[in-house]
């Protein structure tokens, strides 16, 4: 947006016109408003004569002015332009997994973070994606195509920019199922940063089956689930 308080003499503010072709010495506009070049100190008069031209540089002064309406105009010109925002970025986070997990063994959540289509490009500044484990699972491996992921903290972070419509390579979530998982958890994963303000969520309900074994134990003990409870 332009600032007030250019007057002419510094060739600068809304009601100058400074720089134009026909205000510069040895320029001059014709009857159609294009712009000739003539010799210094020459002019053409109606015969085709050749007189001594004098260069009267001239400015108009006007006045810039804000209109409510985000569009701002110039009185001396009569040009309008409209300040468009930009678009701030808006993530999205998924979180799946592959039918259910077992007691005793491994099981694989998929984590991606994406920017909406309508949305702005994120601004460089770093993301973070968090997951947090209900109780009966615990992080065996996160790791990511180009995030930064650290096991203990299940975090993963990156800053580079993220157009809009577009997503990041998931991040990938190996877990170990206790022999003492509940048969339904629900598994949250939060995503914050790059220039979005909001904190989104993503949560994947779980279910634990039995293992294999643990319904042959004798006297009904569950003697066959052997990973560390945790």
């Known amino acids: 947006m332009a600032a007030e308080g250019a007057g002419p003499q510094d060739g600068g503010g809304c009601g100058s016109r400074a720089g134009r072709p026909g205000d510069r010495p040895g320029h001059s506009l014709d009857r ?9 100190g020459q ?17 108009t002064q006007g006045h810039c002015h804000t209109d409510p309406s985000a569009t ?11 300040v468009i925002p930009v678009a701030q970025p808006s993530l999205t986070i998924a979180k799946r997994h592959a039918g259910s997990f077992t007691r005793g063994e491994d099981g694989v959540y998929t984590i991606t973070v994406g920017n909406v289509t309508a949305a702005g490009p994120t601004n460089g500044t770093t993301v973070t994606v968090h997951d947090i484990l209900p109780a009966g699972l615990r992080a065996a491996r996160i790791t990511g195509e180009g995030w930064h992921c650290i096991l203990a903290t299940l975090t993963c972070t990156r800053s580079d ?7 990041y390579p998931s991040v990938t979530l190996k877990v170990d199922v206790s022999c003492n998982a509940r048969a339904r958890v629900s598994n949250t994963a939060t995503v914050a940063g790059g220039g979005d303000t909001t904190t989104h969520t993503a949560t994947d309900t779980t279910t634990i089956k039995h293992h294999g074994h643990d319904r042959d134990g004798h006297n009904g003990r569950h003697d066959h689930c052997d990973r560390h409870d945790h």
């Open 161 to 167: 920019v993220l157009p809009a419509g577009h997503s």
């Open 43 to 59: 002019r053409r008069d109606g015969a085709g004569g050749r007189h001594l031209y004098h260069h009267r540089p001239h400015r």
């Open 32 to 40: 159609h408003g294009s712009a000739r070049l003539r010799r210094p």
């Open 72 to 82: 701002d105009s110039t009185a001396s010109t009569g040009l309008t332009f409209t």
